[in-house]
T-cell receptor, first 113, second 111 residues
Framework: DADVTQTPRNRITKTGKRIMLECSQT?????MYWYRQDPGLGLRLIYY???????NKGEISDGYSVSRQAQAKFSLSLESAIPNQTALYFC????????????FGPGTRLTVL | QKEVEQNSGPLSVPEGAIASLNCTYS??????FFWYRQYSGKSPELIMS????GDKEDGRFTAQLNKASQYVSLLIRDSQPSDSATYLC???????????FGGGTRVLVKP
């Protein structure tokens, strides 16, 4: 089984809808991250969490919110989706006791019509 | 100026040749450096990490770090068609901090 899982893997929705993307990990890592990827723009950090009670905004947090329900679960919400949020979304984890290496989930392809 | 910059490519190399990828970063206090490989539509996977000046080799991959010049490079020896992917450079300013990614370099290895 994959160490970092994301659900759903693909989602098509309409403008104005609320969407939640979920991430779960079995790696035992304390840190979790949400990124979005657009063609040619690399990975941009949306939110990150260094433990269950710690939530931080990344470089592009507007229009998004997150919830760290447990050490192993970190969800990303789009309260009112808009077309320019169409992108590939990745969750990642890292271990504060380790070497800063981040491990990525398989990604969620989100299309907002 | 972007914090981490890479040439977007594509970098086209013949099979068996050496692919050379470069990455520059702006923050002089950066401490940790990573190369990720990403196939189209897939998630990034770590191929190399480097923390001190010099070369680090792992199989066909060699990472080179020069903190004085603020660049990190990746060499892929004996390039194979399966190496065709986008390579992402990532930099960590301090231990325990968050990574900043470059835009990636697309590599095409032609048989």
């Amino acid at each position: 089984d994959a160490d970092v899982t994301q659900t759903p893997r693909n989602r098509i929705t309409k403008t104005g809808k609320r969407i939640m993307l979920e991430c779960s990990q079995t790696k035992g890592h304390d840190r979790m991250y949400w990124y979005r990827q657009d063609p040619g723009l690399g990975l941009r950090l949306i939110y990150y969490s260094f433990d269950v009670k710690d939530i931080n905004k990344g470089e592009i947090s507007d229009g998004y919110s997150v919830s760290r329900q447990a050490q192993a679960k970190f969800s990303l919400s789009l309260e009112s989706a808009i077309p320019n949020q169409t992108a590939l979304y990745f969750c990642a984890t890292s271990d504060s006791r380790g070497a800063d290496t981040q491990y990525f989930g398989p990604g969620t392809r989100l299309t907002v019509l | 100026q972007k914090e981490v910059e890479q040439n977007s490519g594509p970098l086209s190399v013949p099979e068996g040749a050496i692919a050379s990828l470069n990455c520059t970063y702006s923050d002089r206090v950066s401490q940790s450096f990573f190369w990720y490989r990403q196939y189209s539509g897939k998630s990034p996977e770590l191929i190399m990490s480097i923390y001190s000046n010099g070369d680090k080799e792992d199989g066909r991959f060699t990472a080179q770090l020069n903190k004085a010049s603020q660049y990190v490079s990746l060499l892929i020896r004996d390039s194979q068609p399966s190496d065709s992917a986008t390579y992402l450079c990532a930099v960590n300013k301090a231990a325990g901090n968050k990574l900043t990614f470059g835009g990636g370099t697309r590599v095409l290895v032609k048989p």
